[in-house]
């Protein structure tokens, strides 16, 4: 008893949004040669068009056997209903299918594009990369043979300023010593001076001696 109450309930309720005005939903119309869109609920009403099996159609209102539909060209009318269904016909799926597969084709293709303009700036980036790490492993060979050739320079520069330190004290001890020989050189020329004048002083007292002595003898 309660599930017939359910049952007529539910088709009281579809009954009463069919025929509510505005009440839209869209349905096909089925499998059959030619439908007649008519101006009234009725086969007495005169046709205003046919359609054909697969055709999409706006379901605005029904009433017992008869459903008023709107075309996609905005003709209204009424037609029976059970030559509409709310399934699409296999003819339309079929052709959903093949533009949802040339959808999925060209989102393939566009994808191919992509993937392929990424691989070759992944190439060109590892490229590049491949540059950037030989540049850094140059310079850092050029900047360890600059810190050696640095290291030698202070090297050799600790060494000249040691070397020109030791020159400058041998030049200082040599002029010293050129001194002290000057000095000794006077020394000796002075004393050679002095034996030299003290024996003329001698041989000449020694003359005039000799000579005293010649004369006494005369």
């Not at 009281?12 to 009234?40: A, H, K, Q, W």
């Not at 002083?201 to 000579?211: E, I, K, T, V």
Request: hydrophobic content about 40%; overall charge positive; some cysteine.
């Amino acid at each position: 008893m309660k599930k017939i109450s359910a049952c007529f309930l539910i088709a009281f309720v579809l009954t009463v949004l069919l025929t509510v005005p505005g009440f839209c939903r869209e349905m096909y119309v089925g499998d059959i040669t030619e439908l007649n869109l008519r101006s009234g609920k009725g086969v007495t009403y005169p046709v205003i068009t046919t359609l054909t099996a697969g055709d999409a159609v706006l379901v605005t209102s029904a009433a017992g056997d008869w459903t008023k539909i709107r075309t996609a060209d905005g003709t209204e009318g009424w037609v029976a209903s059970r030559y509409l269904t709310g399934e699409k016909p296999a003819d339309i799926r079929i052709e959903d299918l093949k533009i949802h597969q040339e959808t999925l084709q060209e989102k393939l293709e566009m994808a191919t594009l992509e993937n392929q303009r990424l691989t070759e700036e992944n190439i060109s980036l590892t490229t590049q990369l491949n540059e950037k790490i030989l540049a850094l492993t140059n310079t850092q060979k050029a900047l360890n043979a600059l810190k050696a050739d640095s290291g030698e320079y202070l090297a050799l520069k600790e060494k000249y300023e040691q070397t020109s330190k030791t020159l400058k004290e041998l030049k200082e001890k040599n002029r010293l010593l050129e001194k002290r020989g000057d000095q000794q050189y006077a020394s000796m020329a002075i004393k050679w001076a002095l034996t030299g004048a003290g024996i003329l002083l001698a041989g000449y007292f020694l003359g005039a001696r000799n000579r005293r002595k010649r004369s006494s003898l005369l």
